[in-house]
């Protein structure tokens, strides 16, 4: 449902005087002021005030406040709605209930409803027995054309495995703003495609400097996504509620302060919920080390979602974090400092503490989810991968939810492209 001029029912509690608008100015009262009751759309009180006026409508019927979410409030009872400033999504165990909720809003507030989730903040989504498919198909076309890539060349991986990135000082200036505008479409973009995580979070660290290089790597991302515009997030309703995370990382990739990068993932069942590719603030003197703070990372995300679920009433014991570093792992069991380990951060160290709450648990390289996030891949590892991370195609037919993969896409590009 939609909110109709949803700032105009907050209340504000300070007092804000505004002059009288042009063409409605009073003869008698030609130098007064008007005192606000209600907050106005350009006021920075205006979205708080409509927040707090939800909020206590929403309890005063009955609904217990659950947690916030970022910018994604969230209200529970049976019912669990979410509300992004005047776009609200809701959903409940009975279509009576969601029936009760949508009239029960339409009576104080005046609202469009539009019936079953198809698009929120640019997302499609699309639901079925089977599941839920999140995707940005629309959204991939459009800035294929705005960027004027719609009949580039396609590639198969969103970078090369020989590409190495670095300040690139001889190399040919190009136009800053073009190029962060590529970026910061790409960014919104990885919200449903985590297989382009890494290749846009490495472009975005020469922003302040681009050149042709950097420039370049960008529009491979682009003939990437050309290939695959129709892939996003596939979330199963059969999958089950064991939560697990991966970590990796990149021992000094990067080419320019040498600092490892760290690629983490957590998974609900087979459903991708969270994941990153970001750079270690430190630099790593070890392959263990870097290995070491980014499952200290994926540790920190794990505890925040456990303690998150739990408001949903979900219960978990020990959560199992993978792990493709074997030193990593021994470090973190073995209760003695030793030199060898004693010039890793103190702050990492609260991974030993929470060690017997969770699991590491050793994972082949191969099957490394959190490898996509650290480091280019041959085109093999990388679909292998992505499939793993719930990155799929899909197409309708007949009206029902078909889960159709492009296998025969890629091998027919392939062969055309050797």
């Given at each position: 449902m939609d909110?109709?001029s949803?700032?105009?029912?907050?209340?504000?509690?300070e007092?804000v005087?505004?002059r009288?608008?042009?063409?409605?100015?009073s003869a008698?009262f030609?130098d007064r002021?008007?005192?606000?009751?209600?907050?106005?759309y350009?006021?920075?009180?205006?979205?708080?005030?409509?927040?707090?006026?939800?909020?206590?409508f929403?309890l005063k019927s009955g609904?217990q406040?659950?947690v916030?979410?970022e910018?994604l409030?969230?209200f529970?009872?049976t019912?669990?709605v979410?509300i992004?400033?005047?776009?609200?999504?809701f959903?409940?165990?009975?279509?009576a209930l969601?029936?009760?909720?949508?009239?029960?809003?339409s009576?104080k507030?005046?609202?469009?409803?539009?019936?079953?989730?198809?698009?929120?903040?640019?997302?499609?989504i699309?639901q079925?027995?089977e599941g839920?498919?999140?995707?940005?198909a629309?959204?991939?076309?459009d800035?294929l054309k705005?960027f004027e890539?719609s009949d580039s060349?396609?590639?198969?991986t969103?970078?090369?495995t020989?590409?190495?990135?670095d300040v690139?000082?001889?190399?040919?200036?190009?136009?800053?703003k073009e190029?962060?505008?590529?970026?910061g479409?790409?960014?919104?973009l990885?919200?449903t495609?985590p297989d382009?995580q890494?290749?846009v979070?490495?472009?975005a660290r020469?922003?302040?400097?681009p050149r042709?290089s950097h420039?370049?790597?960008?529009?491979r991302i682009?003939r990437?996504?050309k290939f695959?515009?129709?892939?996003g997030?596939?979330?199963s309703?059969?999958s089950?509620?064991s939560?697990?995370?991966?970590?990796?990382?990149?021992?000094?990739?990067?080419r320019?302060d040498?600092?490892?990068?760290?690629g983490?993932?957590q998974?609900l069942g087979?459903?991708?919920?969270?994941?990153s590719?970001r750079k270690q603030?430190?630099?790593?003197?070890?392959t263990?080390e870097?290995e070491y703070?980014a499952?200290?990372?994926?540790?920190?995300?794990l505890l925040w979602?456990?303690a998150t679920?739990?408001?949903?009433?979900?219960?978990?014991?020990?959560?199992?974090?993978?792990?493709d570093s074997?030193?990593a792992?021994?470090?973190?069991?073995n209760?003695?400092?030793?030199s060898r380990?004693?010039?890793i951060?103190?702050?990492?160290y609260?991974?030993r503490?929470?060690?017997?709450k969770?699991?590491l648990?050793?994972?082949a390289?191969e099957n490394?989810?959190a490898?996509i996030f650290?480091k280019?891949?041959?085109f093999?590892a990388f679909?292998?991968?992505?499939?793993e991370?719930?990155?799929?195609?899909?197409?309708?037919?007949d009206n029902?939810?078909?889960?159709?993969?492009i296998?025969?896409?890629w091998?027919?590009?392939?062969a055309l492209?050797?």
């Amino acid at each position: 449902m939609d909110v109709k001029s949803a700032f105009l029912n907050g209340f504000i509690e300070e007092e804000v005087y505004v002059r009288q608008p042009p063409g409605f100015e009073s003869a008698r009262f030609s130098d007064r002021v008007y005192k606000l009751r209600k907050a106005l759309y350009g006021l920075k009180q205006a979205p708080r005030a409509w927040y707090a006026r939800l909020k206590s409508f929403l309890l005063k019927s009955g609904r217990q406040d659950l947690v916030s979410v970022e910018e994604l409030p969230c209200f529970i009872d049976t019912l669990i709605v979410q509300i992004y400033i005047d776009e609200i999504i809701f959903g409940g165990s009975s279509h009576a209930l969601v029936s009760s909720f949508a009239e029960h809003m339409s009576r104080k507030f005046e609202m469009s409803l539009m019936g079953e989730l198809q698009l929120f903040l640019g997302l499609q989504i699309k639901q079925g027995p089977e599941g839920t498919f999140v995707h940005q198909a629309k959204y991939t076309r459009d800035i294929l054309k705005k960027f004027e890539m719609s009949d580039s060349k396609p590639m198969t991986t969103p970078m090369s495995t020989n590409t190495a990135l670095d300040v690139d000082e001889d190399g040919e200036v190009v136009d800053q703003k073009e190029f962060r505008g590529m970026i910061g479409s790409l960014l919104y973009l990885t919200v449903t495609r985590p297989d382009i995580q890494f290749a846009v979070c490495l472009c975005a660290r020469y922003q302040a400097s681009p050149r042709t290089s950097h420039r370049q790597a960008v529009k491979r991302i682009f003939r990437y996504l050309k290939f695959t515009p129709e892939l996003g997030l596939w979330y199963s309703s059969g999958s089950s509620l064991s939560l697990r995370g991966f970590s990796d990382a990149d021992h000094a990739g990067c080419r320019i302060d040498r600092k490892s990068t760290s690629g983490t993932c957590q998974l609900l069942g087979t459903s991708l919920v969270s994941w990153s590719s970001r750079k270690q603030a430190s630099v790593s003197l070890s392959t263990t080390e870097a290995e070491y703070i980014a499952a200290a990372s994926c540790c920190s995300q794990l505890l925040w979602m456990k303690a998150t679920l739990s408001d949903f009433g979900l219960r978990f014991g020990k959560i199992p974090l993978l792990v493709d570093s074997t030193p990593a792992i021994s470090v973190t069991k073995n209760p003695v400092l030793h030199s060898r380990t004693k010039h890793i951060d103190v702050r990492f160290y609260f991974l030993r503490d929470h060690y017997e709450k969770g699991i590491l648990v050793h994972v082949a390289s191969e099957n490394q989810l959190a490898d996509i996030f650290t480091k280019p891949l041959e085109f093999g590892a990388f679909v292998h991968l992505r499939g793993e991370l719930g990155v799929t195609g899909w197409r309708c037919v007949d009206n029902a939810l078909i889960k159709g993969e492009i296998e025969s896409q890629w091998i027919g590009l392939i062969a055309l492209l050797v």
